[in-house]
């Protein structure tokens, strides 16, 4: 890098490019549903539904640096092989991505991006059960790595480290 005298007359260093950028734009609930097929019974006091989690990660680009990321979550709760409550949530966000290098594109649509958005989903699923008559459901924190890492095997191709 080049230094560069500031008006303070102190050498200050040049950037060789502009900085990589990733900006949220705004984040929204695509499509979101809510099942309680036992309503107004629910759940039998002292049972406890099996609960299963299923996550994806959807990326599609817009154009202009701009990204659509969206977490796909399922929740299906089970007590004896009969359905609890189902929640099926669709969240989105508009993601700008600014520098980034083509080789580290995807790993942060598929990594980064979700890890910011899961807190806000985390809270839709857990209103959504809380305001469906049971204990609000808070999903465990998600390594969004692996699940890229799974994703790429798959596909057969390399992941990225």
């Known amino acids: 890098m080049a230094d560069q005298q500031g008006s303070n007359g102190e050498a200050q260093p ?3 490019g502009a900085p990589a950028r990733l900006s949220i734009l705004t984040q929204y609930v695509k499509d979101m549903s809510f099942e309680n097929p036992r309503a107004p019974y629910g759940v039998q006091q002292g049972t406890r539904p099996e609960i299963q989690i299923r996550v994806d990660v959807r990326t599609a680009s ?9 977490l796909d979550i399922n929740v299906e709760a089970k007590a004896e092989d009969s359905p609890v409550f189902l929640v099926e949530l669709a969240y989105g966000g508009l993601f700008e991505l600014a520098n980034i290098p083509a080789d580290g594109m995807q790993m942060l649509l598929q ?3 979700p890890r910011l958005l899961f807190p ?4 839709v699923v857990a209103d959504a059960t809380r305001d469906g008559g049971f204990p609000p459901l808070m999903i465990d924190p998600i ?5 890229y890492r799974r994703k790429m095997q798959a596909a057969g191709a390399p992941a990225e480290s």
């Open 111 to 113: 990594v980064e991006c």
């Open 120 to 123: 806000f989903a985390r809270r």
């Open 62 to 70: 817009l154009g202009d640096d701009r990204h659509e990321v969206v």
């Open 14 to 16: 040049q950037a060789a």
């Open 143 to 147: 390594d969004f790595f692996s699940l």
